[in-house]
């Protein structure tokens, strides 16, 4: 079935296939507040209450309903270090850690075909902790929003990905060709791993120590090709000892 935005729209949806018969003419020119329970029976579904307030009540609060879900600005969590573009676990740290924001993306019900996407935006300045700075950022918020067909395709990149990278079709982007094992996190820009300042198995494991390793299915997918290997401070990582293998030891 069509995106329908009202009560009306359903109806009209329900008759498109044989508009000129007496039957669909009757409720087509009907409005929904009229609705009463003998032509809802007409509809193919038996009301489920007596009396016309009733309905008229039931068709209200799907009218209700409808309208919360159109498309537009909603409040969203969003992670901090995403919206200012800065990595996480490279020794910055930003607080708050997520903000929200108003923006229309899962914002309505827009169908199958279409999504709900801003038609006007603004920026407000939001203040941030970055480490020890006071730092001060433009964050856009969604004013008006609309539904929009989505993309038949995705298309081809316009440049070539770097050798560490291959177009991704789902996201329409350069992504990064081998994830980072975990407990490595990923800079999606250089698609280095590093471990949060604060992650000692990580950095047990990137300073080769006796208890750094990585666990068996981590260290299947480096064996495989699918996962990068993990960086080591001083040597290489060792795929048979799923571990960093120190040159001096």
């Known amino acids: 079935m069509r995106k329908v935005n009202s009560l009306e729209d359903y109806l ?41 307030s009733s309905d008229s009540a039931f068709f209200a609060r799907l009218e209700d309903e409808n309208a919360r879900v159109q498309c537009q600005p909603r409040d969203r969590v969003v992670d901090s270090y995403e919206e200012l573009g800065i990595p996480r676990g490279y020794g910055d740290f930003l607080y708050p850690e997520c903000i929200v924001v108003r923006r229309c993306k899962q914002g309505g019900c827009c169908g199958d075909e279409r999504e709900c996407v801003p038609s006007r935006t603004t920026n407000i300045t939001m203040n941030f902790l970055k480490t020890r700075l006071q730092i001060t950022r433009e964050i856009v918020h969604d004013l008006e929003c609309e539904c929009q067909d989505k993309p038949s395709f995705c298309p081809e990149p316009v440049v070539d990905c770097p050798d560490n990278k291959v177009w991704s079709y789902s996201e329409c982007t350069c992504k990064c060709r081998n994830r980072c094992p975990k407990p490595f996190l990923q800079d999606e820009d250089t698609c280095g791993c590093d471990c949060l300042s604060q992650d000692r198995n990580c950095k047990n494991i990137y300073r080769g120590r006796r208890n750094g390793k990585l666990s068996r299915e981590e260290c299947d997918c480096v064996r495989k090709g699918l996962c990068g290997k993990p960086p080591c401070i001083n040597g290489g990582f060792s795929i048979s000892d799923c571990k960093c293998i120190n040159s001096n030891s």
């Open 12 to 52: 009209n949806a329900l008759s498109l296939n044989d508009t000129d018969t007496p039957r669909s003419r009757y409720f087509l020119n009907r409005s929904p507040s009229a609705l009463n329970k003998r032509s809802y029976r007409r509809l193919g579904r038996a009301g489920s209450a007596g009396g016309s």
